[in-house]
């Protein structure tokens, strides 16, 4: 017997560019899926299953990149628009598991109170939360998370270019 699970690990960074008047911020995503078939015990206690390596076999595929940006505005907030992104576009009961070095994205299912930044958007977080099996938050350090490296360029790119349009068209 086979069982099949799924889970979405859903690679997330941002930028923001404090220094600058029209402080553009971005946030992008690198999406992985992960499919992972468990044998039951009785096929693991079968000569064929003894010869294989492993208990479990992992088959990961990147699905899908995104990327927004915007001015006057955080990375933080910009993080949080993609996180409901993400979680509005995947197949509902999904298992997502969001990878990031912002400790700050924990709080991204936390009630929100009075002291709360972007209340707006943690409450749409909730919301679309509920659509799935289960949805977390894990740290990970970003010099040793390549697809996380990938989206902090990504967002710094799309962050930049949404400032130089800004510019182009003031003049």
């Not at 400790?103 to 943690?122: G, V």
């Amino acid at each position: 017997m086979v069982q099949d699970s799924t889970t979405y690990y859903v690679w997330i960074g941002g930028s923001c560019d404090y220094g600058h008047k029209e402080r553009a911020g971005g946030a992008a995503v690198v999406i992985e899926l992960m499919e992972q078939r468990e044998q039951s015990q009785r096929d693991l206690n079968s000569a064929e299953s003894r010869q294989k390596k492993t208990k479990s076999q992992h088959d990961g595929s990147i699905i899908s990149r995104d990327v927004i940006s915007d001015l006057h505005t955080t990375e933080f907030r910009m993080m949080l628009t993609l996180i409901v992104k993400v979680m509005n576009e995947l197949p509902e009961g999904s298992d997502i598991l969001f990878l990031t070095n912002a400790a700050y994205i924990q709080n991204f299912d936390k009630t929100p109170t009075a002291k709360s930044a972007n209340p707006d958007l943690i409450s749409q977080c909730i919301e679309a939360k509920t659509r799935h099996n289960s949805v977390s938050v894990k740290i990970v350090p970003y010099h040793k998370s390549p697809l996380l490296i990938e989206t902090h360029d990504m967002a710094t790119e799309a962050m930049a270019k949404t400032r130089k349009e800004y510019h182009h068209d003031i003049q």
